[in-house]
């Protein structure tokens, strides 16, 4: 068994994928082809944002977020303490001071209420914060309300980092759509993934957008030899654009199915381990399909020798990452507390009935 299963997916839109493909090659627009274009208008469109401007992979979506909004050292930026170390290193990498904010033991999402108990914190340590990237962790989009809200008082921007998020939503509004400017990754096994490193950022404003459009390819003025600040080398390249085109017109099909597998898990996991909440209104991409146990190891192991991966994400909060220490940050203990009880379970939208029963079977 696969914990996401990459080759049935192939399989199944193989004809579409591989004529796509071979069009890019024959074309030798390898750098910037029309698909690109065509890929981000498809993408505003689909997440119900007016730019999309495609980049690297997730990270480098992240700092060009950053970038654009022209923060830099001095700054400080609140992101969750329970996420994948991307969304700390971003900050950090551009000299930016990451402030680490617990999680909701429920949502796995960043806690708006320790999100307040450490911005004071920060004010008081003089430190002046900038911005706060929300994380859609597993597949469930954060607490927008309550974040923009914050946001907005204030008077900082939010940038969502929907890496894992894309396809979800709540209340019908998509995600990648709820910060000042969203990103996403299309890294092979999130819910949106092309065949290598790829990503994108959303934003209504078009100043940002201009910005972006600059900071990714060298910081380029009127064209790519006159530059005007310092850019990334950071563009999607136009086979993952094809790629992407063709995943695109069935992620409509796959969402639905892995919100299939994720309901036939919580009926059958029901009152067994803690499960995945996901409130009404509100749809998971289901990047992870993630429940809390005591005993984690043995559980692990038991799934093993039964032929059947699982992962731990994420074993290690970022306030204990060796590459933090220096930044001597309390860890949070919600998040602590999840590093040690977390267990995400084979998840992919090809999943048969056969094999969610098995896994079930094998954890009960
Ligand atoms: C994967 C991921 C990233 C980074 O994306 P890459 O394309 O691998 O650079 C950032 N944030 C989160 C939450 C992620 O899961």
Known sequence: MQFRDLHRQYEAMKAEMDEAMLN??????????????????QLADYVGAKHCISCANGTDALRLALMALGLGSGDAVFVPDFTFFATAEAVASLGIRPVFVDVDSDTYNMDVTDLDRKWQQTCAAGHAPAAVIAVDLFG???????????????????????????????????????????????????????YGDGGALFTDDDYIADMLRSLRVH???????????????????????????????HFDSELQA???????????????????????????????????????????????????????????????????????????????????????????????????????????
């Not at 998020?165 to 819910?191: E, L, N, V």
């Not at 020798?305 to 930044?327: C, D």
């Open 24 to 41: 890019v090659v024959a074309s030798g627009a390898y750098i910037m082809g029309p698909q690109v274009d065509e890929l981000e208008q």
């Open 140 to 194: 469930r989009p954060a607490d927008y309300d309550r974040l923009a809200d914050f946001c907005n008082k204030k008077r900082v921007p939010l940038i969502e980092d929907g890496a894992q998020g894309f396809g979800g939503s709540i209340g019908g509004r998509r995600a990648c759509s709820f910060g000042h400017i969203g990103t996403t990754s299309f890294f092979p096994a999130k819910p949106l993934g092309c």
């Open 219 to 249: 910081g380029k003025g009127r064209d790519k030899y006159d530059n005007v600040r310092l850019g990334l080398n950071s563009r999607l390249d136009t086979l993952q654009a094809a790629v992407l085109q063709v995943k695109l017109r």
């Open 258 to 364: 892995v919100n299939r597998v994720a309901a036939k898990y919580n009926q059958l996991l029901q009152g067994k381990v803690q499960l995945p909440k996901i409130p009404d209104g509100v749809v998971s991409s289901w990047a992870q399909y993630t429940i809390q146990v005591e005993k984690r190891d043995e559980m692990q192991a038991r799934l093993k020798a039964a032929g059947i991966p699982s992962m731990v994400y994420y074993p290690r909060t970022m306030s204990r990452q060796t590459a933090f220490s220096h930044l001597g940050q309390h860890p949070c203990p919600v998040a602590d507390a999840l590093s040690h009880t977390v267990l995400s379970l084979p998840m992919h939208p090809y999943m048969t009935d056969e094999e969610i029963e098995f896994v079930a079977s094998s954890i009960c």
